[in-house]
């Protein structure tokens, strides 16, 4: 009895030292504790993408799986028009929608960052078209673009007179393209405003006060402090607001369908398009991958050409 | 809960019980599986009796044969990709109510439902020759499916203002259609349909348009056929017409023509059956108006010779890979028996046409004489693909917008008729190689 309580306790003693020993291994330490990110890394994001991928180069279709196919749904799509407009429209979007939110952000954000009243209930409505969710705002500007029931044309048609015929929003492509655009501009506004907002506020007001001193007018405290200041920021929300607008989907998907006549498909639109409804999941799956070279040339682009300066790595700006 | 099912079950086999449930004695020559269960997946309803009266049936036949059957409404743009998981998955639902061409695409994965249908042909007066086509595999008597109903879409028009412009009755003919939108413009009524990538209405609208005039996207080899004369004709035709359309309809959805009429803003229009009701029965006045006037004609008939029209089809499959095959089969017979269909049709105001033919004695269609056009939707509906398969190319053109973008880009003036239809032919192929 006794020998085996003995041996019991010696087994568990050493059972503990094994368990602890292992505890304290760093290694096993960093993988067991990077394992749930990483599993959750690997199963929703990596697989999915790999996946995606993988069905681009085959012919697959809902309800077979495909073979593999090489380059041949993107020799296809390199040859169809609609696609082709589809790249000019994402690329379209995206450029003019990104410099007039950051315009108009930027603008923003100065505002906000001088003494107001009401301050900080006027900074959380500027949030309210960013917190909407994007298919409400879309149903709301479809609503305004309507072309027998908008709002817009209502007011110029029959409150003011300053127009014969309620204005044709979305029918033709150039307008149906500007009007997409605008939608965007306005839903993204906030998110780079709020952004550049904290930035600004972390630049100390010694270096506007030592501007000052110097004799530096507004104009030339804004260039030579709060730009070079705000860089670091600024790509980092040039970044995100570039994939954001790029691989925007609900607003165009919910106001227009890609219509008139293909006029306004974007990427991402035409991707789901073909892929789910069209049912063919390898074409579809191609245009989402033709996405991608275009996404890292935008990342690196305001990466490097905005953030890898001298004097954020500390040493002087010359 | 094992024990009473299956005490129902002997209770239902039982000549006793037969007297307390009518529909026993069929129901026990199905042999069903013991402890058998059930799962069904559907569109959600679009009308809303739709729902609750598929929920009762289904509580019926678990009434009759104890099996309990559970039933999950999937939105309509989330059904297709759920069917193809299910399909390839070998997973989910036992049976599912599905889009029209799915049980074709899939037709390797599912239940030789022949017995059945030829049970409730014979039954109900035989299928109308679309609903077979539907039901059966491409070129063979074998059924797939069973095609539970269809929406179809013929003219919805004021028919005051139809009078006013000086026609007694809705024009039969294409020459007397394109005179009414031309006066209904004038008198400040213009027409409308939708020419956006509107999956329902455009292509309602853009189909209607090619097949009145004698074209069609495929030859019956599934060769395409869509560049041919008597689609340019039908696109010379449409741009005459659209000159008297509303403006802005090339951007129009689904959802525009029905807000348009409902504002009083056109004159003609085309719809399932669904929008005469939510307007006569609004509880606005002025709508309700709007509904006394309103009414429903075929869409006028060209050198295609009869009427012709595409239509919203439901059509229900059961899969290998159910364990119950047998219950399956029950269940589809079942929903489909008299007690049980013609009380949907009728719950869903013809919403869900039939395609049976019997059913045309259904009470619903003498409940209100300007629905009656409704009962006919089987005989004027072709398929999309028509004339070829309903195979995936035809499905991936539809979801494509081909057609309606091939009438858009004439009416927008972007192409000429020859043009489009050259570019159609182009996308077309696309899809129809081998």
Sequence with gaps: ?318 | MSISRRDVLIGGAGLAAGAALPLAPAVAQANIEKGATLRVLRPTKFVDPDQAIFNENTEAFTKATGVPVRVDYAGWEDLRPQTAVTANTGAGPDIVVGWADDPHIFSDKLIDLTPIAEELGKKYGGWYPIAEKYGKKDKTNQWISIPMGASGAPAVYRESWVKEAGFDTFPKDLDGFLKLCRKLKEQGHPAGFALGNAVGDGNAFCNWLVWTHGGYMVDENNKVAINSKETIEALKYAKALYETFIPGTLSWLDISNNKALTAGEIGVTQNGVSLYFSIKNSKDEKTAAIGKDLNHATMPVGPFGRPSEPALIINAMAFKHTKFPNAAKEYLRFMMEKEQYDKWLTGCYGYWTQPLKGFAESKVWSSDPKIVVYRDTWERALWSGYKGAINEAAGTVNAEYVVVQMVASVCAGQATPEEAAAEAERRAKRYYRT
């Design chain 1, 1 to 318: 009895m006794a020998l085996a309580a003995a041996e019991s306790r010696t087994a568990y003693k050493l059972d503990q030292s094994w368990l602890v020993r292992l505890f304290d291994n760093k290694t096993f330490l960093i993988c067991i504790c990077l394992f749930p990110a990483a599993a959750l890394l690997i199963v929703f994001l990596s697989y999915p993408l790999g996946l995606g991928i993988w069905l681009a180069f085959t012919d697959t279709r809902i309800g077979r799986s495909g073979y593999f196919i090489g380059f041949e749904n993107f020799v296809s799509l390199w040859h169809d028009k609609v696609f082709i407009t589809s790249v000019w429209n994402t690329l379209l979007y995206t450029s003019v929608a990104t410099v007039g939110k950051f315009a108009l952000g930027l603008w923003l954000a100065l505002l906000l960052n001088n003494n107001l009243p009401f301050k900080s209930l006027l900074r959380a409505l500027i949030l309210v078209p960013w917190i909407v969710p994007t298919v409400l705002s879309a149903i709301a500007f479809w609503w305004i673009y309507d072309p027998q029931f908008s709002i817009i044309s209502y007011v110029l048609v029959d409150v003011l007179g300053w127009r014969d015929t309620y204005i044709d929003f979305l029918g033709q492509p150039w307008p149906a393209r500007w009007s997409l655009i605008a939608a965007n501009i306005w839903r993204g506004i906030p998110f780079v405003a709020i952004s550049l907002l904290a930035g600004l506020q972390t630049i100390s007001p010694s270096l506007y006060e030592a501007a000052m001193l110097d004799g530096a007018n507004a104009w030339q405290r804004f260039k030579h402090v709060t730009l070079p200041m705000l860089m670091p920021i600024l790509a980092v929300v040039l970044t995100f607001s570039v994939l954001f607008t790029f691989t925007d989907f609900q607003l165009v998907y919910a106001i227009t369908r890609g219509g008139p006549v293909n006029a306004t498909h974007l990427m991402a639109t035409l991707a789901f398009q073909r892929g789910i409804p069209g049912g063919q999941l390898g074409e579809g799956a191609a245009i989402a991958v033709a996405m991608i070279p275009f996404l890292v040339m935008a990342t690196l682009f305001s990466y490097f050409g905005l953030a890898r300066r001298k004097w954020q790595q500390g040493e002087d700006n010359d």
